[in-house]
C-alpha cells in the first residue's frame, strides 16, 4: 500500500511563494508519476502539475502559466511544487496524487492520494 502526505500549506498574501511538499511511503518510488491537483468546495478536482516517474518531462495545467514547479526527489521519496505569484484564486486544498507509470492530467486516473493540504491567499 502507498501512503502519501502533503505538507507545506498555509496563508500567504497575494504574490507571495509557498511550497508544497508530499512524502511517498513504498520502496519502489522511482516507478511512481507523481501529481499535484487542487480543489474548492463544490468544484472538481483540477490539475496542476505532474511528473513522470523518470523525472525526466513535467507537465502543468492551464492555469499555471509560468507559476509552479514540480520537482521530484528519489532518494527522499518525496515531491514539490514550488507555486510563486500566488493570487487569491490559487486557494483550494492541494492534494499529491501517485501512479505506476503513468504522469496524466485525469484525476480519476491515479491510484493513491494524501489528506490534502489547504492553501489560502489573501488579497
Known amino acids: 500500500q502507498v501512503q502519501l502526505a502533503e505538507s507545506g500549506g498555509g496563508l500567504v498574501q497575494a504574490g507571495g511563494s509557498l511550497r508544497l511538499s508530499c512524502a511517498v511511503s513504498?520502496?519502489?518510488?522511482?516507478?511512481?508519476?507523481l501529481a499535484w491537483f487542487r480543489q474548492v468546495p463544490g468544484e472538481e478536482r483540477e490539475f496542476a502539475a505532474s511528473i513522470t516517474w523518470s523525472g525526466d518531462i513535467s507537465y502543468y495545467g492551464s492555469f499555471v502559466q509560468g507559476r509552479f514547479t514540480i520537482s521530484r526527489d528519489n532518494a527522499k521519496n518525496t515531491v514539490d511544487l514550488q507555486m510563486s505569484s500566488l493570487k487569491p484564486e490559487d486557494t483550494a486544498v492541494y492534494y499529491c496524487a501517485a501512479k505506476e507509470y503513468h504522469s496524466g492530467s485525469d484525476y480519476r486516473a491515479y491510484d493513491y492520494w494524501g489528506p490534502g493540504t489547504q492553501v489560502t491567499v489573501s488579497s
Open positions: 513504498t520502496r519502489t518510488f522511482s516507478k511512481y508519476g
